[in-house]
């Protein structure tokens, strides 16, 4: 396989991978070290690439995968993840109080679990069908389907709770 | 769009249970249309997720030449190191009964010089058979002079 068409066929998830990536490990910079790091396996093993039926589950899955072995290789080097994701320039200041909501939303995110963050990101955020989801984490649909109506229900008490605080 | 309807599909949404379809419909519903407030605590949650599915890599990501090099390289020293042993075999089977020009004038001197000591030796011990003779006159002197 040629690089153009290696690129061709990888950029179109390039950014689900991001916006998953950074689900899981929140920060930006080791988001985007993960697509790179995954891009490079993929290329390394691109003669396989065609033989799966589905380039852009089957990097799904090894991106999960590498950020989740990144997680507890942090934890087991007790290095906590320094990001740097919030820029001190007024402008995006004023930005991140016009959308408070949406900052909220994105702090509880950041506390529940892992799986039911992934969950959680692939459905409500890249909207896969249960059964993609279910092969992307090696699983079964209700599987799925209880951790993302427990993720989102964890969402909404938090949000709900903050709201209300919010308005008393 | 009625909000008792929404606040079914919304139940449904809280159980893992709506379509993609539905879900879309509450994107639509909590992000474009006017809420009803009693509604308008679910909004950051919709409207979190459609800022999520905004979010874009910025960095470009770039692939090495290194793994095509790789298998290039590979293949070479393959081809080399055959090289190596099929000359080195082929050497040996055809190169064992060549003699040089000098090799071959010298095995044939060898060989004639060869025959040429066999030729003195033979006559230098024909010379030795004569020899006896001299001891046979020296027994007979002996019995005749005692």
Known sequence: MEKTEFIALVI?????LYRLAKRILISKDEAEDAVQEVFM???NGKQNIENYNNPEAFAITMT????????????ASNLKIVHSNYQTSENIEKKIEANDGVEMVFKIMETLPEQQRIVLQLRDVEQFEFSEIAQM???????????LSRARKTVRDAMIKNYNYGIG | MESVKIKQVLEAYFEGETTLAEEKLLENYFNNEKISDDLLQYQPLFAGLKAAKA??????????E???QKTIKTWWYGVAAMLVVA???GSFFFSQPEYSQEEKEALAAFEKSKQA???LSENLNKGTEQLTFVSQFEKTKDKIFE
């Open chain 1, 137 to 147: 984490l090696d699983s079964n649909e209700t599987a799925i389907r209880v951790a």
């Open chain 1, 12 to 16: 179109p998830f390039k950014d689900k």
């Open chain 2, 55 to 64: 979010e874009r890599s910025t960095r470009a990501f770039h692939l090495p």
């Open chain 1, 41 to 43: 396996k993929l290329w």
């Open chain 2, 117 to 119: 000591m066999l030729l």
């Open chain 1, 64 to 75: 999960k995968n590498y950020c989740l072995d990144r997680l507890k290789s942090k934890q």
């Open chain 2, 66 to 68: 290194a793994s095509k």
């Open chain 2, 87 to 89: 000359f080195g075999v």
